[in-house]
């Protein structure tokens, strides 16, 4: 398992602590977030790109992502704007991707309406992600107020657009149990994101990003048989902890929390796999 950190897991810490703890952790790489600004964090704590991305090879590390564009699926002059210029900071900093985040507000979400949208956005930061060489990464939200909840309508398009060489799906393990599991798609899964719900009281369709923590004994979500099933079917790209619950955003010692967490995952990957 390639582990990853996505930066809104340690939100408080600076650019550079968030590094260390991601090497600390024997991480391949990091996900750094332009939508920090809730915790006192710009993007790269105010760095120029250019300067974080070589912050981050300095410390053994790859910038394996850049966050985010919202809603991308609502596609107009604005957001194409915010496209490029995403495309373009993560070309300065050495970003291997760029992610793209669906409208989850309840609107535009009508069969056939988010149909079309989808594939209107698509078609045009097609030729951007060509014109710069870099990937971008869709995000199917599970909740069922997403404009794009299934992985399965995400692949739809992308193949039918012949994209795929360009656009790739983020598998996340809380996104998929929350729009009812299914088929998984690890040849055109770029990274995997993980984080448990352990609250035994809360029904599916009540889980929402709060109470996204880390993986343990009491993980609700199937993580490991997740992460089992991808690893076996041939993913072989990042494991990326995003956990946005206000207790493990807080912890007082992340890198004993995160640590024991991905010795268990991996303990019970092991034993998936026996």
């Known amino acids: 398992m390639k582990k990853a950190l996505n930066q809104m897991t340690v939100p408080h810490l600076s650019f550079e602590a968030f590094l260390d703890l991601a090497a600390d952790l024997g991480c391949i790489g990091v996900e750094a977030r332009n939508d920090l600004d809730g915790y006192d964090r710009p993007l790269f704590d105010g760095m120029d790109p250019a300067d974080a991305g070589a912050m981050?090879?300095?410390?053994g590390l790859r910038l394996v992502g850049l966050?985010?564009?919202?809603?991308?699926?609502?596609?107009?002059?604005?957001?194409?704007?915010?496209?490029?210029?995403?495309?373009?900071?993560?070309?300065d900093a050495g970003a291997e991707t760029i992610s793209l985040i669906p409208r989850n507000d309840g609107t535009q979400g009508a069969n056939g309406e988010r149909q079309a949208n989808l594939r209107i956005a698509l078609k045009d930061i097609y030729p951007m992600l060509v014109d710069a060489d870099m990937h971008a990464l869709v995000e199917p939200l599970g909740f069922n107020r997403s404009s794009l909840r299934f992985k399965s309508e995400l692949i739809e398009t992308i193949k039918?657009?012949?994209?795929?060489?360009?656009?790739?799906?983020?598998?996340?393990?809380?996104?998929?149990?929350?729009?009812?599991?299914?088929?998984?798609?690890?040849?055109?899964?770029?990274?995997?994101?993980?984080?448990?719900?352990?609250d035994p009281a809360l029904a599916v369709d009540q889980m929402e990003d709060e109470h996204r923590v880390l993986v343990g004994e009491e993980d609700r979500l199937e993580n490991a048989q997740q992460i089992s099933a991808l690893l076996a079917a041939g993913y072989d790209g990042p494991v990326s902890?995003?956990?946005?619950?206000?207790?493990?955003q807080q912890l007082t010692n992340p890198k004993e929390a995160i640590a024991a967490s991905f010795a268990f995952i991996e303990s019970r990957i092991t034993a998936e796999a026996l």
């Open 56 to 59: 981050v090879r300095a410390k």
């Open 67 to 91: 966050s985010q564009v919202y809603p991308f699926n609502t596609w107009d002059d604005e957001r194409a704007s915010e496209v490029r210029d995403l495309i373009a900071t993560a070309k």
């Open 160 to 198: 039918d657009l012949g994209v795929a060489d360009r656009v790739r799906i983020v598998h996340d393990t809380f996104h998929h149990i929350l729009a009812g599991g299914g088929e998984f798609f690890p040849e055109h899964t770029g990274i995997v994101h993980i984080s448990a719900v352990v």
């Open 241 to 248: 902890y995003e956990c946005f619950a206000p207790e493990t």
